[in-house]
């Protein structure tokens, strides 16, 4: 029997929207690379507070490859946020690991009464860690923000809210401008982490610094490009969650020494390592390695709100100039998957008549660039990172664009920085070799990307409004093939537009040390530590 998929409640399994730039110079640059090493020796020079509100035991140490750039949802403009978010906050809406499938969070149950309402139940006995009540008002007052605050990144993610009303003590009532299917897993974001009105209304901005939530583990203290430290919420509502008392992430950008760290001892778990660590990994004796498929595209992305990127024939040559196979071969050591779209092949959106759109062609590329007035050649500036694997696919890229005429120059900086000063309001670079962390519903990635105010739209650029008027289409069934339809356009009316580079799909790739058990991957590759613990 088919589950009516608007309407979904605790312990029902359902199916909603288908399964599955900143110049450094070389010492800068050294002592970045330095500065994760120097945080793993200093694990043990915590404050004495600090330590004291962590447990005698059960501390999981982790090595993370980036500073957060936020530690409110709100504000953060990094994918490499959520390892953190996700444990001072829970969402509204949760998802399976291996499906993205939605599940209940704080929200117990939902459903659409009418295509353009949505009502969301909410669990009772909550609080958050400031010891505030969770209920219909937090709800409220947490996507009220998230939608008009002047800070907040991901406006986008709820244009289509209308506004939020609060109809019982834990029940809310989100009446929207159009129907929006894709809604209750916008919810499983960041759009659907709650913070505590209290909080966020007495600390301001310095909530970025210390974020309250509701979640298995409250914030203890953050030392930038250095350590992140939660403990374990005594009070959480979901019992036997979580299972170690506290977390220490180690900010370690050189994924080499974040592996070492965990070979040596010194920390149990590090994430997000590439295919060269891997190998070194399987060959350690005592390490578990979990692999899996991830939504992560690595991309160039473009601002086309400005020169030379401005103009589409130099948009459609860099993505004729890259070959895509050797791109995975060299920098991947063959392990992921060329990507053509946002979209990997194996998802349920993706178009396989896209499979083809850009195939290597530099002299295709070239005659394009002659078109747009570049026979000569181009300069273009680029932002990227410092780890070893950004660099060697930073070199790729620069190569492979020598070759068609594109003189490429990088300003380095870290994730939050480079990041920063490509999608905030700087607009340092051209463009930004980088990656798309993905997330639950497709509609969200081409929304945050795409829309002509979206964050990730990084000269917040002009766009065809027959692709806006795509992505709301979207959104606006709850029939998959409907959606599959949609977002076949959305798709290929990037492609059209050459509004992105992408390159390669990721594959999963963490290391655990002998004393951690219960970790599990997910589609997003962004750990969820809920249900780890030390042996």
Request: aromatic share 8%; with cysteine.
């Given at each position: 029997?088919?589950k009516?998929?608007?309407?979904i409640?605790?312990g029902e399994p359902?199916?909603?929207?288908?399964?599955?730039?900143?110049?450094?110079?070389?010492?800068?640059?050294?002592?970045?690379?330095?500065?994760?090493?120097?945080?793993?020796?200093?694990?043990?020079?915590?404050?004495?507070?600090?330590?004291?509100?962590?447990?005698?035991?059960?501390?999981?140490k982790?090595?993370?490859p980036?500073?957060?750039?936020?530690?409110?949802?709100?504000?953060?403009?990094?994918?490499?946020?959520?390892?953190?978010?996700?444990?001072?906050?829970?969402?509204?809406?949760?998802?399976?690991?291996e499906?993205?499938?939605?599940?209940?969070?704080?929200?117990?149950?939902?459903?659409?009464?009418?295509?353009?309402?949505?009502?969301?139940?909410l669990?009772e006995?909550?609080?958050?860690?400031?010891?505030?009540d969770?209920?219909?008002?937090?709800?409220k007052?947490n996507?009220?923000?998230?939608?008009?605050?002047q800070?907040?990144?991901?406006?986008?993610?709820?244009?289509?809210?209308?506004?939020v009303?609060?109809?019982?003590p834990?029940?809310?009532?989100?009446?929207?401008?159009?129907?929006?299917?894709?809604?209750?897993?916008?919810?499983?974001?960041?759009?659907g982490?709650?913070?505590?009105?209290?909080?966020?209304?007495?600390?301001?901005?310095?909530?970025?610094?210390?974020?309250?939530?509701?979640?298995?583990?409250?914030?203890?203290?953050?030392?930038d490009?250095?350590k992140?430290?939660?403990?374990?919420?005594?009070?959480y509502?979901?019992?036997?969650?979580?299972?170690?008392?506290?977390?220490e992430?180690?900010?370690?950008?050189e994924?080499?020494?974040?592996?070492?760290?965990?070979?040596a001892?010194?920390?149990?778990?590090?994430?997000?390592?590439?295919?060269?660590?891997?190998?070194?990994?399987?060959?350690?004796?005592?390490?578990?390695?979990?692999?899996?498929?991830?939504?992560y595209?690595?991309?160039?992305?473009f601002n086309?709100?400005?020169?030379?990127?401005?103009?589409?024939?130099?948009?459609?040559?860099i993505?004729?100039?890259?070959?895509?196979?050797?791109?995975?071969?060299?920098?991947?050591?063959?392990?992921?998957?060329?990507?053509?779209?946002?979209?990997?092949?194996?998802?349920?959106?993706?178009?396989?008549e896209?499979?083809?759109y850009?195939?290597?062609?530099?002299?295709?590329?070239?005659?394009?660039?002659?078109?747009?007035?570049?026979?000569d050649?181009?300069d273009?500036?680029?932002?990227?990172?410092?780890d070893?694997?950004?660099?060697?696919?930073?070199e790729?890229?620069?190569?492979q664009?020598?070759?068609?005429?594109?003189?490429?120059?990088?300003?380095?900086?870290?994730?939050?920085?480079a990041?920063?000063?490509?999608?905030?309001?700087?607009?340092?670079?051209?463009?930004?070799?980088?990656?798309?962390t993905?997330?639950?519903?497709?509609?969200l990635t081409?929304?945050?990307?795409?829309?002509?105010?979206?964050?990730?739209?990084?000269?917040?650029?002009p766009?065809?409004?027959?692709?806006?008027?795509?992505?709301?289409?979207?959104r606006?069934?709850?029939?998959?093939?409907?959606?599959?339809?949609?977002?076949s356009?959305?798709?290929?009316?990037?492609?059209?537009?050459?509004?992105?580079?992408p390159?390669?799909?990721?594959?999963?790739?963490?290391?655990?040390?002998?004393?951690?058990e219960?970790?599990k991957?997910?589609?997003?590759?962004?750990?969820?530590?809920?249900?780890?613990?030390?042996?």
């Amino acid at each position: 029997m088919t589950k009516d998929p608007f309407n979904i409640s605790a312990g029902e399994p359902v199916t909603v929207g288908g399964r599955p730039a900143f110049a450094m110079d070389r010492r800068r640059f050294l002592s970045l690379l330095g500065a994760g090493a120097a945080g793993a020796a200093a694990s043990g020079m915590l404050p004495g507070h600090v330590r004291r509100a962590l447990a005698a035991g059960g501390v999981l140490k982790v090595a993370a490859p980036a500073n957060p750039s936020s530690l409110d949802p709100m504000t953060g403009g990094s994918g490499q946020d959520h390892p953190f978010l996700y444990t001072v906050f829970d969402t509204l809406v949760e998802w399976e690991y291996e499906s993205l499938d939605p599940r209940p969070g704080l929200a117990r149950a939902w459903s659409f009464p009418d295509p353009k309402t949505l009502v969301m139940d909410l669990q009772e006995g909550v609080k958050f860690h400031d010891g505030t009540d969770f209920n219909a008002e937090a709800v409220k007052f947490n996507l009220d923000r998230n939608r008009g605050d002047q800070r907040s990144n991901i406006k986008a993610d709820l244009i289509n809210v209308e506004a939020v009303e609060v109809s019982g003590p834990h029940q809310v009532t989100i009446r929207l401008k159009n129907p929006d299917a894709a809604l209750p897993m916008i919810l499983s974001d960041r759009a659907g982490m709650m913070c505590s009105p209290k909080a966020v209304t007495e600390k301001g901005d310095a909530h970025d610094r210390n974020p309250v939530g509701t979640g298995a583990w409250s914030f203890v203290t953050w030392n930038d490009n250095e350590k992140v430290v939660v403990k374990r919420n005594e009070g959480y509502w979901k019992k036997g969650t979580p299972k170690v008392d506290g977390i220490e992430f180690a900010i370690i950008p050189e994924l080499s020494t974040g592996l070492r760290s965990v070979m040596a001892g010194q920390n149990h778990f590090i994430y997000f390592l590439s295919p060269q660590q891997g190998l070194i990994a399987k060959r350690a004796p005592k390490l578990t390695t979990f692999t899996g498929p991830t939504l992560y595209c690595i991309q160039i992305y473009f601002n086309w709100a400005r020169k030379p990127l401005d103009d589409l024939r130099v948009r459609q040559a860099i993505n004729h100039a890259i070959d895509r196979d050797a791109f995975v071969k060299v920098t991947m050591n063959g392990i992921g998957e060329k990507a053509i779209t946002n979209l990997p092949s194996a998802h349920w959106a993706f178009d396989k008549e896209l499979a083809g759109y850009y195939p290597y062609d530099p002299e295709k590329a070239k005659a394009l660039l002659a078109e747009a007035g570049y026979a000569d050649g181009l300069d273009l500036h680029l932002g990227g990172y410092p780890d070893q694997s950004s660099v060697q696919r930073q070199e790729f890229i620069m190569e492979q664009l020598r070759q068609v005429g594109i003189r490429v120059r990088y300003s380095i900086g870290t994730i939050p920085e480079a990041s920063a000063a490509f999608f905030g309001n700087e607009k340092k670079t051209d463009a930004l070799v980088s990656a798309w962390t993905g997330r639950p519903d497709p509609s969200l990635t081409f929304s945050l990307m795409y829309l002509p105010d979206a964050y990730y739209n990084g000269g917040r650029g002009p766009v065809p409004d027959e692709l806006v008027q795509a992505i709301a289409a979207s959104r606006a069934s709850p029939d998959k093939e409907a959606r599959k339809l949609a977002f076949s356009k959305v798709q290929k009316l990037v492609l059209d537009n050459a509004l992105v580079c992408p390159l390669a799909f990721l594959s999963a790739l963490d290391v655990a040390g002998e004393k951690v058990e219960g970790y599990k991957p997910n589609l997003l590759n962004k750990p969820k530590l809920y249900d780890v613990s030390l042996a």
